[in-house]
């Protein structure tokens, strides 16, 4: 109801500034004429277009220079018309342009063209949290994108619009079957615990909690539980801004250690109501694919791995060379399993516009995408936003209310086919018998097809709303309260019936299962500020107080259920004959803070900027709820110095510092208590209780202390623009869960290691404007970082139970290896550096070598080239990096092998480098493979050099000028560089898919 | 309109007012729905129980005794000259059957950490019904009681896997992170002196008609077998002489009644967990195609059995087709749901009992008394009394009754061939990945990384 009444007076406002306008028209020639007649100055009338190179500029203001009376604006077509004299020259200045300066001399049309003024990119205000500030005046490290750049990827995920575009952040797609997760680091891993490295979500001023969502017993499509993060629609995003250092996190106190990111929403801007249309439709498919051996190959080394094992006679099991399985068979299992295409349609709609005082947006989409398996299988996004602005007359109140929601569906294979499509002997027989069912060829083998039938269901329903209020008390003083509230529900589904087993063994739906999973979490915060500010004769001081007040409560519900009468009833709980409650909880996360900024900034040029927070959390035992954070930063705007201000080539120059600490929480609830959990099982009629875990009431934050230097340069009108900076981050106080041996009772405690993790590195960007032509533009950004991770102390580490995980000075992503030396001519095993020299590969004596996984840098290259009504965008991520190869198990058992194993040892003397096959009867082939996997032989380069992303557009020409029309062709890793031989480089779980490359086609209309 | 954002900003400040007032509590949170604070547990006798229950289910679905593929009787049977597995891609048990197992494997890692896991959970409960007030001190034996012999019981089966490990005896996890180990001699004395006290503070008669909850007898059915496998005959001889005297409450069943639930000769087994379960066992080892989908006996053991043996009858099912002959244990026959529960997983029956007395005899001496023992076992099994004369013939006639008695039950063939030295000349020939050294698993790598004072790894890993 309230959006139609702001809609009206959208248009309402929209006629008014029409009408507005063609009054002013009237009144300069009314002047005009009054002026001719007056000073007796002969005058006369100009006219023309103003235009960007491409396209018209409306609302350009052109004046002429020294006569204050006359000016004109310029129209929608960008023409104007004014009087002046011959001689005069024209003043045509635009935001966002350079102010032109035009002789008339003696013209009566005068075209100008504009030249896009990249310095007006210091005046963008960016978004820190709980305040803005002008990108020129930032003390802190703030990385950005827009919606230009989400714009241009045919990507779902909010992590993905990011990937190789911001200095300092890397990112990595964790499985290519879609509504699986990403794996993100800002500024590296500051935490030894794996999980305790995400960085604090805030959509609009409410954080979002990123902890998975789903439960391990359903969502096994992905090697991790489902990430809520999918529920942000990138189409609705206008900016994402990264928090990187001190000056910018320390604000978030004990949540900014692993960095900040804010999501700002696209809100409605004041003009015409504007439709706009977007839709696309494309496909994906898996980038590589592993070189594995063919059916002869296979053979071969099969029979030479019962030679090699004395074995006289092939056993009745093995069917692969027995002669059960057609010799001469051949399939190629990745193509088969993996070699599908997914089907991408992409469409979303949103409606903006609005008065002065009040602006609307609303929106939505649906997306979908099938995967590359065989089967049908579906993703399915759909999502609506609105978003209302609202001001008083006298502009002290404020309103503004932003709210979306997602509903996603997804629907897969429970069971990622990854994993056999790599390992099924090639001859492995026909997945389909003639009559199309299933193939079982009489129980010799498991048909991994029939592990379709076991689905994974997932339904994710989420709400995040948040309404700002502010008044201006005083000119001085203001006061503001951001409320905010997030509900998600998740219910997922995983069924295994009986038809995954062979027909024959006669399985009914009695052995049927099902797992339910339903999580629900919901989240209120309220945050009231006051913000004073006032302008001196040379300085400003602005001085902001805030509180937090946090509250999240988790549901989770997990069931199963087994004994169905039929498969067609299997997802009804209520058909099953016995069910069983795997989990049920509540917890409850409660937080508060207070906090503040004091901004001071002299003669615009000397900028300090000093923030603190207290934080509490009910995730600490009594003693040690609270904690204080705080940061200082200063920038020093040295080009506005007198000795620069006339500087030709130098058009920015600033230096700037910070300092802080910040902290880290991401424990989990309750961990200081000691308790017993309800366990499911049930013992002579009583369910059990089992104790929770190990306590340890003490556990306090993390703290992680950043520092950082950076300058800025921007030359020749800021059409080079660099930023140089260099960071250091050190985190102390590890929370850690300890682990810990198993004759503990448990793997892991949480405590606070005295351990000192220290991330630094450089990273710099570049954003060069290489033409800006009339018709041809090219501007380029590259981001390069090099980063470098250390384990800097670490009392006692050689009697703790890190012994064997970490080494001082090194980073803390290693993994000790054994150090290969290759494959003993005489018997074909592989050989290992005896570090001890005690004739025996032992643990951990031998198991030394160092080996990093961490990138040693990583950036992007972006260019945009406009030609005309043409546009192409394209981004390469580079990574220098090592990784683990494939393991696929001892050569010659029952497994498929890499077609390079084929070259392996045979008989004494040979040189190879693979060692002898075996069919797991050979120990010390099996011991050798196993020692293999754990060294320096199974690590390999895994750089790579990606097109991540490309998009060329199309503006169509089109007679009426406030419509416009593009036509989008977008692709995203369609070329990968890389010596890695194992498939994607870009992988870090086994077994799963790797990410697709995509290819989408689309148009965008606006009118 | 103004007088609207007046209001609206006085309210915001009083709620912001009203909310920071109340701030000094805001962080309270009250417990979880399904935990309970660990004082609170001991103070109640049933919350205390459903600790101490918990941790028998623990044992029955994870870890060494679990009757799932997992637990010894499947792996120990494939380890030894018992099963065979197909060697299908995913079969962990091909591991065992080939006699290749690695410091890495999972189901090794699973015998280690579940059993410390239980063994935990035993030590919480003695440390917490000892501070509690409330719990009288006929609850506290019944549950100290049966928390020590859970400590026995889990040690025993660590020891015979690993050879030496760590005895734990506490909730300590700042000690026991850096505990060492304990040889196996040592080993044995405490389990014997923990059992003897447990015995003593254990009822006679069961809590529970099906013999689901241990009583004193168990503890000393345990201790018999602990004093034979240290090869103190006399002690063994005594303390199986204790459990079988019990005649009211054990007796020898016929073989068809032997794995029933209230079969009267089980001494101590595991319920399943839900109402009309039957036991992991019969899932696992129950196929009706061939070829078989996991493990199947072997045929040295299948063609062993004398003839008119009731056990091959009734204990061994045979599945073929044309000329494949497979065969699968059938102790335990329900594989799937029952109305009622028909079956429960034994992990003692009486029947063992006479077997460790027959063996203590012999080493005593007590040939014809030994032959006693034997002979009541192998006369159920509808078999004549052995023919066997001398002490080293009633020795190896043992070791043959034991395999035919106890076969894919809880690894006994194992621990059999593993006490009497026998494992290299047996298996050594039947099997081609057989080593000496695989008389001991590798403990599991983490742990050794864990804990330094672990070292060294087993031989031969």
């Not at chain 1, 439960?215 to 992905?222: E, G, K, M």
């Not at chain 2, 805001?26 to 004082?39: G, N």
């Not at chain 2, 053991?301 to 087709?321: C, Q």
Request: hydrophobic letters at 35%; charged letters at 20%; aromatic letters at 12%.
């Amino acid at each position: 109801m309230n959006n139609y009444s702001f809609y009206k007076d959208g248009k309402a406002l929209y006629c008014l500034i029409f009408m507005g306008m063609l009054l002013s028209f009237s009144s300069v020639c009314a002047k005009n004429f009054y002026r001719n007649n007056f000073f007796f100055i002969q005058q006369h009338q100009i006219q023309g277009t103003i235009s960007d190179g491409s396209n018209p500029l409306p609302g350009v203001t052109i004046t002429v220079k020294n006569k204050t009376n006359s000016t004109a604006i310029s129209d929608y077509n960008g023409q104007y018309s004014l009087s002046a004299s011959p001689q005069d020259t024209l003043i045509v200045s635009f935001i966002g342009f350079k102010t032109a300066l035009i002789l008339v001399k003696g013209r009566t049309k005068v075209d100008v063209q504009l030249i896009y003024d990249t310095t007006t990119l210091q005046e963008v205000r960016v978004n820190a949290g709980y305040y803005s500030v002008k990108e020129s005046e930032r003390t802190g490290s703030i990385a950005r994108i827009t919606s230009k750049d989400i714009e241009t990827q045919p990507v779902t995920n909010v992590l993905a619009t990011m990937q190789g575009r911001m200095a300092g952040v890397s990112i990595t797609q964790t499985t290519g079957v879609p509504g699986g997760g990403f794996d993100i680091k800002i500024r590296g891993q500051n935490s030894l615990r794996s999980e305790g490295n995400t960085p604090l979500y805030i959509i609009d001023g409410v954080p979002f909690s990123s902890e998975s969502i789903g439960s391990a017993q359903t969502s096994t499509s992905f090697p991790t539980r489902t990430s809520p993060l999918n529920g942000i629609n990138p189409d609705t995003i206008e900016s994402i801004e990264i928090l990187k250092d001190a000056d910018a996190t320390s604000i978030y106190g004990s949540r900014g250690a692993n960095g900040v990111v804010l999501i700002t929403t696209k809100k409605g801007k004041q003009g015409r109501t504007k439709f706009s249309i977007n839709t696309s439709t494309g496909a994906g498919r898996v980038t590589h694919f592993l070189k594995l051996m063919n059916t002869e190959q296979y053979l071969k080394m099969r029979k030479q791995a019962f030679i090699n094992d004395g074995l006289a006679e092939y056993s009745p099991l093995d069917y692969d060379v027995n002669g059960t399985w057609d010799q001469n068979r051949y399939t190629n299992w990745q193509k088969e399993f993996l070699g599908g295409t997914a089907q991408i349609t992409d469409l979303n709609a949103t409606i903006s516009g609005g008065s002065e005082n009040t602006q609307f947006l609303a929106g939505g989409s649906y997306h979908t995408q099938s995967t590359v398996f065989p089967g049908d299988f579906l993703y399915s996004k759909g999502s609506g936003q609105i978003s209302i602005n609202h001001q008083s007359n006298d502009s002290k109140f404020k309103f503004s209310f932003s709210t979306g929601y997602n509903i996603q569906s997804n629907n897969q294979p429970s069971f990622d086919l990854t994993y056999d499509a790599r390992s099924l002997p090639p001859n492995a027989p026909a997945l389909f018998n003639p009559g199309g069912e299933l193939n079982w060829e009489n129980g010799t083998w498991i048909n991994p097809l029939a592990n379709l039938n076991t689905e994974f269901k997932s339904k994710t329903n989420d709400l995040t709303a948040n309404t700002i209020i502010s008044y201006e008390i005083s000119s001085a003083l203001s006061f503001k309260t951001n409320l905010g509230y997030t509900s998600l529900f998740n219910d997922e589904t995983r069924v295994v019936p009986s038809t995954i087993y062979n027909p024959s063994l006669n399985v009914t739906s009695a052995s049927s299962i099902l797992f339910v999973n339903n999580t629900g979490r919901s989240s209120w915060i309220v945050e009231p500020q006051i913000n004073w500010k006032k302008d001196f004769e040379s300085s400003s001081l602005d001085i902001l107080v805030g509180s937090t007040f946090q509250s999240q409560r988790n549901n989770r519900n997990v069931q199963s259920g087994t004994g169905f009468n039929s498969n067609s009833l299997m997802y009804n709980m209520a058909a099953a004959r016995v069910i069983r409650v795997l989990s049920n909880d509540e917890t409850l996360y409660k937080y508060q803070a207070f906090f503040g900024r004091i901004n001071y900034n002299l003669y615009q040029r000397y900028i300090l900027n000093l923030t603190a927070r207290r934080d509490g959390s009910s995730r600490f035992g009594p003693r040690n709820q609270y904690a204080n954070f705080g940061a200082g930063g200063f920038a020093w705007l040295f080009s506005k110095e007198s000795f620069f201000k006339n500087s030709k080539w130098l058009s920015f120059g600033k230096i700037r510092t910070s300092y802080g600490t910040t902290g880290s929480d991401q424990i989990g609830d309750y961990q200081f208590l000691d308790t017993y959990t309800t366990s499911s099982a049930i013992y002579n009629g009583i369910t059990g209780l089992a104790p929770s875990r190990l306590y340890n009431a003490d556990f306090r934050w993390e703290i992680n202390k950043k520092f950082e230097v950076a300058a800025e340069l921007g030359f020749h009108q800021d059409r080079i623009f660099t930023t140089i900076a260099w960071y250091q981050n050190r985190s102390s106080n590890q929370l850690v869960g300890l682990p810990l041996p198993g004759t503990t009772g448990f793997n892991s405690i949480q405590a606070n290691l005295n351990a000192v993790v220290e991330n630094s590195g450089l990273e710099l960007t570049l954003r060069t404007a290489n033409f800006a032509l009339k018709n041809f533009s090219w501007t380029t950004n590259i981001n390069l970082t090099f980063a470098k991770n250390k384990l800097v102390s670490f009392p006692d580490l050689e009697t703790s139970p890190y012994s064997e995980k970490y080494r001082i000075g090194s980073p803390i992503n290693i993994e000790l290896q054994y150090n290969f030396k290759g494959v003993n001519q005489q018997n074909g095993i592989y050989e290992f550096e005896d570090k001890n020299g005690d004739g025996l590969i032992t643990f951990p004596e031998d198991k030394q070598t160092v080996a990093d996984f961490s990138p040693k840098y990583y950036g992007g290259i972006q260019n945009q080239l406009i030609y005309k009504r043409l546009s192409l965008d394209f981004l390469f991520q580079f990574v220098k990096q090592k990784n683990k190869t494939y393991p696929m198990g001892p050569a010659g058992m029952m497994s498929n092998q890499q077609q390079r194993i084929v070259n392996s040892w045979n008989q004494p003397g040979n040189s190879t480098p693979y060692q002898i096959y075996t069919t797991g009867y050979n120990d010390d082939a099996l011991t050798g493979n196993y020692l293999l996997d754990e060294s320096t032989a199974s690590i390999t380069d895994a750089s790579f050099i990606r097109l991540k992303n490309i998009s060329l557009s199309y503006n169509v020409p089109l007679k009426h000028n406030e419509t416009q029309l593009k036509i989008m062709i977008q692709g995203q890793n369609l070329l990968t560089f890389t010596k890695y031989p194992d498939g994607d480089p870009e992988f870090l779980s086994y077994g799963f898919l790797p990410p697709l490359k995509v290819i989408t086609a689309g148009i965008q209309l606006i009118f | 309109m103004k007088a609207f954002y007046r209001i609206t900003l006085y309210a915001l400040f009083l709620t912001t007012t009203v909310i920071i007032s109340s701030c000094e509590s805001f962080l309270e949170v009250d417990l979880p729905k399904s935990q309970l604070a660990s004082s609170a547990v001991f103070e109640d006798y049933n919350t205390a129980e459903a600790a101490l229950l918990n941790i028998y289910s623990n044992i029955r679905d994870k870890g060494i005794l679990t009757g799932t593929g997992q637990g010894i009787s499947n792996t120990l049977g494939n380890y030894t000259d018992e099963l065979v597995s197909s060697e299908t891609p995913n079969n962990f048990s091909v591991n065992f059957y080939k006699n290749s197992l690695l410091p890495s494997n999972t189901t090794v890692n699973g015998f280690w950490n579940a059993s410390y896991n239980q063994i935990y959970a035993a030590n919480a409960i003695i440390e917490g019904t000892e501070k509690s007030q409330n719990l009288t001190l006929e609850q506290k034996k019944q549950l100290q009681g049966e928390a020590l012999f859970i400590r026995s019981l889990l040690h025993f089966y660590l020891a015979q896997l690993f050879g030496d490990i760590p005895y734990i005896t506490d909730t300590d996890y700042k000690k026991n992170s850096s505990v060492s180990k304990t040889s196996v001699a040592v080993l044995y004395e405490k389990i014997s002196s923990d059992l003897k006290n447990a015995s003593e503070l254990l009822p006679l008669q069961y809590l529970d008609q099906n013999r689901v909850r241990p009583n004193s007898i168990t503890a000393k059915a345990l201790l018999s077998r602990i004093y034979l496998y240290a090869k103190l005959y006399e002690s063994a001889s005594n303390m199986a002489s204790s459990v079988l005297n019990q005649q009211e409450i054990y007796t020898l069943e016929t073989t068809d009644k032997v794995f029933l639930v209230t079969s009267r000769e089980t001494i101590w087994q595991l319920q399943a967990g839900v109402a009309g379960r039957n036991t992991a066992e019969a899932t696992y080892f129950t196929f009706t195609t061939v070829p078989p989908p996991q493990v199947s006996l072997t045929g040295s053991l299948v063609n062993s059995f004398e003839p008119g043996d009731l056990r091959r009858s009734g204990w061994i099912k045979t599945v073929s087709k044309n000329t494949a002959v497979f065969y699968h244990p059938f102790k335990y026959k329900e594989n799937n749901a029952t109305t009622v529960s028909k079956e429960y997983s034994i992990i003692f029956r009486t029947a063992e009992q006479y077997l460790i007395r027959a063996e203590a005899r012999v080493y005593q001496g007590d040939l014809i008394g030994a032959k006693e023992d034997l002979n009541k076992v192998r006369n159920r099994a509808g078999l004549n009394d052995t023919s066997a004369v001398t002490q080293q013939e009633i020795i190896t006639a043992l070791i043959i009754e034991r395999r035919h008695e106890l076969f894919t039950e809880q690894g006994h063939r194992f621990f059999d061939l593993k006490r009497t030295g026998m494992l290299d000349s047996v298996l050594g020939d039947s099997k081609s990945g057989w080593n000496s050294t695989d008389n001991l698993m590798p403990i599991p790598q983490s742990e050794l990384t864990l804990n330094k004072n672990l070292m060294p790894q087993n031989p031969g890993y």
